[in-house]
């Protein structure tokens, strides 16, 4: 059962997904309070991603209760950029009709919060991995959702690249205010962007995690290094003084 609110924030109850026989999510519940940044954080396979595909409305085959807001955006790994429009258009992609003038204003102004106004007239071909993931975060937020939810953005990116886009989507949530959703392998990205960080596995969540680092926060601050120390123990690391955050494949 699902239904879509006006309101921020979401809510998803009961989520089941079975895969050839296989239970992938096995009864998940999850709450994102309007304005909050949630992370999930869990073992490879173990159903990321489809209990953000089954929030976003993508998964037909999830069972369960959801209540979403109307407007929600998705933000892949992949940009998936159509090579064949300029960079405007693909931030406009799906706005519906009205006159390309106005479609173009939504579009620049989606493209200035991301740093990439001058830019709008370029072929996607021609920009950098990063450029590219930018407008991918300006194609979302162009349409001012409620509920943003991010599967790995960052995870094709450089190390240094990947710092820049995190601080953008710091910077750009806590100016808009939308609930957040950020699936992610990397313990450092998620306490460093969100309120809370929910555990997946064995089909549930396992452990949450509220994240209590004053912002801007530094990998340095003692509560930092204490909460990474307890994911990495609840993904089955052990730290030791020279550990940091564990790169897994999706």
Do not use: Y
Request: contains cysteine; aromatic residues 4%.
């Amino acid at each position: 059962m699902s239904g879509e609110v006006r309101t921020a924030g979401a809510v998803a109850r009961g989520v089941r997904r079975v895969f050839d026989g296989r239970t992938v999510l096995d009864g998940v519940d999850v709450e994102i309070a309007p304005g909050e940044f949630v992370a999930l954080l869990g073992p490879s396979g173990c159903g990321k991603s489809t209990l953000l595909k089954a929030i976003g409305g993508l998964d037909s085959g999830a069972e369960g209760e959801f209540r979403v807001p109307a407007s929600r955006s998705i933000v892949f790994q992949e940009h998936r950029l159509l090579p064949w429009e300029r960079v405007w258009r693909n931030v406009a992609l799906g706005l519906g009709g009205g006159p390309a003038r106005k479609l173009r204003e939504r579009a620049v102004r989606a493209l200035s919060e991301v740093g990439l106004r001058d830019r709008a007239d370029a072929w996607p071909g021609t920009l950098s991995g990063g450029e590219a993931q930018r407008v991918a975060l300006a194609r979302s937020l162009v349409r001012d959702p409620g509920l943003l939810l991010l599967d790995e953005p960052f995870g094709a990116l450089d190390a240094l690249t990947r710092l820049k886009a995190q601080a953008l989507v710091a910077e750009l949530c806590a100016r808009r205010r939308p609930a957040v959703l950020l699936v992610t392998h990397d313990v450092d990205e998620a306490l460093r962007l969100a309120d809370r960080i929910l555990m997946l596995g064995h089909g549930r969540i396992v452990r949450e995690i509220a994240v209590d680092v004053p912002r801007p926060r530094s990998i340095d601050h003692p509560r930092f290094r204490a909460h990474r120390h307890e994911i990495l123990r609840g993904l089955g690391v052990e730290p030791g003084p020279a550990t940091t955050s564990p790169q897994e494949n999706a």
